[in-house]
């Protein structure tokens, strides 16, 4: 008391031994802080009264109350004084914002508050005041209440399945032309595909186990060196893989089986795989003690030639391969699943049950080729990689949960830094609690609010982005609330919302619009992408304002007090912990108050830390006397970057998820080259190998032929000659042009809006119109290389054996039916043309057509520029053809592969 009434009042070292030890209780020292409030306003009103220096030692200040803001204060009712000439002077007197001024500045001094801090505690609105009280008052139930939405929405995203999208679909363009033509002839295809068509129509139960081939699995095998891959050696090891698979237990309950006659009951076996494999080995089904053959030469000379006359293979090679060299580094085996199971009416009945089985079997599969793949039978220079309908989902559901797994390391890290920081593991793990819970409350949202089916691969990144923020903006919230230790729980509340809600609301309100921002973007997965994370940051600080002040509340109030009167229990260990709890606190005051400022001079260099003395001592000092130089390096680093940015190329590759070695990058890669993996013929194997169409000759004989142009004793073929593969264009009739415009990778089967009603092929001058664009296009050198076509065309291929039967075309009547019966019969043709069917499963119309042929542009050559030009070339063919086709067929439009482009 003496010592701050005496002369030296704004002493803050001695203000602060006096008063800071008893800032709880200010009613002792009322006495005090009016003596320190009468000198500081008779000080501050100085320098207008002639007797300054008797009222600053005269002047205090009564103060009747000094809790929370209901703050009273009086002036001493003393006598009047005299100067040194007798005249009488009455008290001093200030207003009550004097008051209120003289008390901040001199709490400010003490390092107590912030200036202003008074008035803002003066100015807690009245309903925002009843609102805090309720929260000090009952923390729990605000908890709970503030818990119910974000809980329930967690518990709904945990209970939706985790589709995991990816592709090359998910990087395309959305609204883009030729995007929405492949997109809307892939729904095509799909709404038209065997297995759409059993899946919408009713299945009775006599439907034969295992007689819908439904699902596949694809095995290609490369050299490492791009090297021939029909070599004795290449092809044993192969064989062997294949003997593997067989081998697995399980193997002949999953795989599509054929039957012998129209009996259900007379099952036979299961088809064998399609491959060009079956093509050198005569029986593909062999046991796990069988010995495999080692071919000669000649046999495999032999079986290249069979396959130059089988249309259905060139898809399972590299694209090089043709009657000009016919050579493959690439060879694929399709394995074919079949529903529904054994012990199953149907493949509707009881689908997730089956779709679990075949889950189950797959993945045991996957192990055993990932084993055979390390195991040392395959060389060094043969790859193998696989993938399929299930078994590529379920890799990359598992790829996409164990990178989400790495965020606990960030989670852990972040966790520690927190509980060093708080000085609390509850509130550190409630912290961490509220960060985690925001993101299965998000993919409700996304999934069930938003509608999305699946998440791409990208979101997974979200989970380090939002770690870094949710844990950013508890630090602030614990900051301020740290900060404001001073104070009354109540306005130490208020404080904390006022000062941490606003800055954590302005860094997280502008992150948000950002990701916002990216969610514009054409491209689904950038767009997928910036919604998840916008709506993450938006829902993650609203539980940080809501759930985290509760929980300090929570802490504060009721855990550290019960924490505190487990010292009375005289544990040793828990004892020993709160001294050293106590100690640290103590240690911590102290040099706060060793830092405290003096007459708002800085903190002493003796007081800094290490690092605060390296920034004042070293940093600082150096940034200022190169400060020019400092500002040219980074301006010439600043048009050193604009130079490069200006010179680099806009990358044409899809994004590579995993390294170039990995087997899945490697399918995902093999699968954008050639999308439609099924499109030949996913079961030729059932198939007699002579139905191929009429432009490859039986020259070796397999199909009843004389095999006078089989002899390859004087073969001059050589198998490493090189040979160049073009871009593979397509013509499409009826499927709207923009019947992808609003679908994404994840496609739904509305086809309400995909195919073009105009289309009949059933009118006889569509199906002359369409032959004749056929041989327009393969005489036109402009648009494809050559006249020799590779790829199989129905309507001509139909055609051409109508006139071997004696039949005429085009068809007048029955054309539907004739047509169906012709394409179902030769499953190369499987998604080049599509049906619709009626109610009793008799089918309706012909609902698209598409023909694919080889451009002029090489796949070398494939760059921007080049593939305009062709694009250019098509679309001024097409629409030329357009203006001038029959009605029935006038909406032709062509799309390809090259999408990157």
């Avoid at 060009?276 to 010995?291: C, M």
């Avoid at 830390?609 to 006397?625: H, I, N």
Wanted: proline letters at 4%; aromatic letters at 14%.
């Amino acid at each position: 008391h003496q010592t701050v009434a005496g002369s030296n009042p704004s002493d803050s070292a001695c203000l602060n031994s006096v008063l800071q030890p008893q800032a709880h209780h200010r009613d002792s020292i009322m006495d005090t802080w009016g003596r320190a409030l009468g000198k500081k306003l008779a000080k501050d009103k100085g320098s207008s009264s002639a007797n300054s220096a008797s009222e600053e030692n005269n002047a205090q200040v009564e103060l009747e109350d000094l809790k929370d803001d209901e703050r009273k204060v009086e002036f001493s009712r003393s006598p009047a004084r005299r100067d040194s000439d007798g005249d009488e002077h009455p008290p001093p007197t200030y207003s009550q914002e004097d008051l209120n001024r003289a008390f901040d500045e001199l709490e400010a001094e003490l390092g107590m508050q912030e200036p202003g801090e008074r008035n803002a505690k003066k100015e807690i609105p009245s309903a925002w005041r009843a609102i805090l009280n309720q929260l000090i008052r009952f923390p729990l139930l605000f908890s709970i209440l503030f818990l119910i939405v974000p809980l329930t929405l967690a518990v709904v995203g945990v209970l939706q399945p985790v589709v995991v999208s990816y592709g090359y679909e998910t990087w395309q363009i959305q609204k883009d032309l030729l995007v929405s033509r492949q997109l809307g002839l892939n729904l095509a295809v799909r709404g038209s595909s065997e297995e759409e068509i059993f899946e919408e129509t009713e299945v009775d139960d006599e439907y034969a186990p295992l007689s819908i081939p439904r699902y596949h699995l694809h095995v290609i095998f490369e050299t490492i060196q791009g090297d021939n891959i029909f070599t004795p050696e290449k092809l044993a090891q192969i064989m062997s893989v294949h003997q593997l698979i067989l081998s697995i237990e399980g193997f002949s309950n999953f795989c599509w089986t054929s039957y012998t006659n129209e009996s259900i009951q007379a099952i036979t076996s299961c088809n064998p795989p399609v491959s060009p494999l079956r093509l050198f080995y005569s029986n593909l089904f062999i046991s796990p003690n069988d010995t495999i053959l080692t071919l000669t030469p000649d046999e495999i000379h032999l079986g290249v030639r069979q396959m130059l006359n089988q249309g259905w293979v060139y898809p399972f090679l590299s694209r090089q391969f043709s009657a000009g060299n016919p050579s493959s580094y690439q060879l694929r085996i399709q394995y074919t699943w079949g529903m529904p199971l054994h012990g199953f009416s149907s493949i509707n009945d009881n689908a997730d049950q089956q779709h679990e089985m075949l889950e189950n079997f797959l993945l045991k599969m996957h192990q055993s080729l990932l084993d055979h793949k390390f195991s040392g039978v395959i060389s060094e220079d043969l790859d193998m990689y696989y993938g399929g309908d299930i078994i590529t989902d379920q890799e990359f559901l598992a790829r996409f949960k164990k990178d989400c797994l790495l965020a606990t390391v960030s989670l852990s890290i972040a966790f520690i830094f927190l509980w060093y920081y708080i000085a609390s593991f509850l509130l550190a793990a409630a912290a961490m609690f509220i960060a985690v819970l925001s993101f299965p409350a998000v993919y409700a949202i996304y999934s069930v609010m938003y509608g999305y089916g699946s998440v791409h691969f990208l979101i997974a990144v979200t989970l380090f982005i939002m770690m870094g923020i949710a844990v950013d903006d508890i630090f602030v919230w614990f900051f301020w609330f740290k900060r404001s230790d001073h104070l009354p729980i109540l306005e130490r509340l208020n404080n904390t919302y006022k000062r941490a809600a606003n800055t954590t609301f302005v860094t997280s309100l502008t992150t948000a619009v950002a990701c916002a921002s990216i969610a514009l973007s054409q491209i689904t997965a950038l767009g997928e992408f910036g919604l998840f994370m916008a709506t993450l940051v938006f829902i993650n600080y609203i539980l940080i304002v809501t759930l985290f002040p509760s929980a300090i509340v929570l802490w504060h109030s009721q855990w550290i007090p019960f924490w505190h009167s487990l010292a009375e229990w005289n544990i040793p260990i828990l004892s020993s912990y709160l001294r050293w709890k106590q100690n640290r606190k103590e240690m911590r005051q102290r040099a706060q108050q060793e830092q405290s400022q003096s007459e708002g001079a800085a903190p002493s260099f003796e007081s800094m830390s290490k690092f605060q003395r390296f920034l004042f001592g070293v940093y600082a000092p150096v940034l200022y006397y190169a400060r020019y130089f400092f500002i040219a390096l980074f301006l010439f680093l600043l048009v050193g970057s604009i130079y490069i940015t200006s010179r680099l190329r806009v990358s044409t590759d899809i994004p590579k998820f995993f390294e170039n070695s990995d087997p899945l990058q490697q399918f995902l890669e093999y699968e954008s080259q050639n999308m439609d993996l099924d499109e030949f013929g996913s079961d030729t194997a059932s198939q007699s190998p002579c139905r191929i169409p009429s432009e490859f000759p039986d020259v070796c004989g397999i199909c009843g032929g004389d095999g006078t142009g089989c002899d390859f004793s004087n073969s001059t073929f050589n198998l490493n000659d090189t040979f160049t593969s073009f871009q593979e264009v397509r013509i499409v009739w009826g499927v709207l042009e923009k019947a992808g415009n609003d679908q994404t990778g994840d496609f739904n089967l509305d086809l309400e809006n995909v195919f073009d009603p105009n289309f009949q092929l059933e009118n006889p001058e569509a199906q002359k119109w369409l032959l004749e664009v056929f041989d327009s296009i393969l005489r036109n050198s402009e648009l494809v290389v050559s006249s020799v076509h590779r790829y199989p065309l129905v309507l001509r291929d139909f055609s051409r054996e109508r006139e071997i039967l004696g039949k005429s075309f085009p068809v007048m009547e029955n054309f539907t039916k004739e047509f169906f019966e012709f394409v179902k019969q030769r499953s190369m043709y499987r998604n080049l043309v599509g049906f619709s069917f009626n109610s009793d499963g008799s089918v309706n119309r012909v609902t698209f057509v598409q023909a694919i042929f080889e451009s002029t542009v090489s796949y070398s050559e494939s760059d921007a520029y080049t593939t305009s030009l062709m694009w250019s070339r098509w679309e001024d063919f097409m629409t030329a053809t357009n203006l001038i086709a029959p009605t029935s067929a006038n909406s032709a439009y062509q799309t390809y592969f090259q999408l990157e482009s």
